[in-house]
């Protein structure tokens, strides 16, 4: 997937890590508002089905879902892929299914980040199969730069340049996702680039 999770032997020894600001808690709290009313909006009269990615898209579907008025579900998945370089060839895998059928719903697939579009891609091919009312796809971050597979969201809460970011479920060797904001991660100068270039 997308950023390189593994901390290099020098992070290990000598993280010197820092975290900048990029999105502050409240301006993803804002945006999430206007979301959900955007996505209200546009289906004024159903019942919604959030679904998610585990791990990284749990906080945004929470706060999303508390947003959204009337009827909403939601359910998990989880998907993995066969490691960095296998990635940009389509080598994701489901991990985890869901638990109740998507036919007939209005699905919403909630992600924290779309960033090479693997994962998105295999996801709507998978949900298409299974005959969904609407299916439509809600991002918090957006990295059009690196975009591989030819996938868009419908809603988009912030398109950020091609960093190293953390927080807000976004994970470095699984810290940082409990941030309330996110931002970028800089390692010690030894592990920086691998970092960036995900
Ligand atoms: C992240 C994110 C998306 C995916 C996007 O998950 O939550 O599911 O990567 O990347 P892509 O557009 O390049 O496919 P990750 O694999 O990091 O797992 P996590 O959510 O458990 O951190």
Sequence with gaps: MPQSK?????????PRESVKILI????????IQEIAK????DFPDEPLHLVSVLKGGVFFLTDLARSISG??????IAVSSYGQNTHSSGQVRLTRDLDSSVEGKTVIVVEDILD???T???LLRLFEQRKPKHLRVAVLLDKPERRIADVRADYVG???PNEFVVGYGLDYAERYRNLRYVGILTLGSD???GASEK
Excluded: H, N
Excluded at 38 to 41: L, T
């Design 116 to 118: 090479t579009g693997m």
């Design 120 to 122: 998105l891609q295999y």
């Design 191 to 193: 592990t920086k680039k």
């Design 71 to 76: 009827e909403v579900s939601f359910d998990f």
């Design 38 to 41: 955007q996505i209200r909006k």
């Design 158 to 160: 912030f398109s950020i």
């Design 6 to 14: 593994k901390p290099g032997p020098q992070a290990a020894k000598a």
């Design 24 to 31: 502050t808690g409240g301006r993803i709290q804002r945006r």
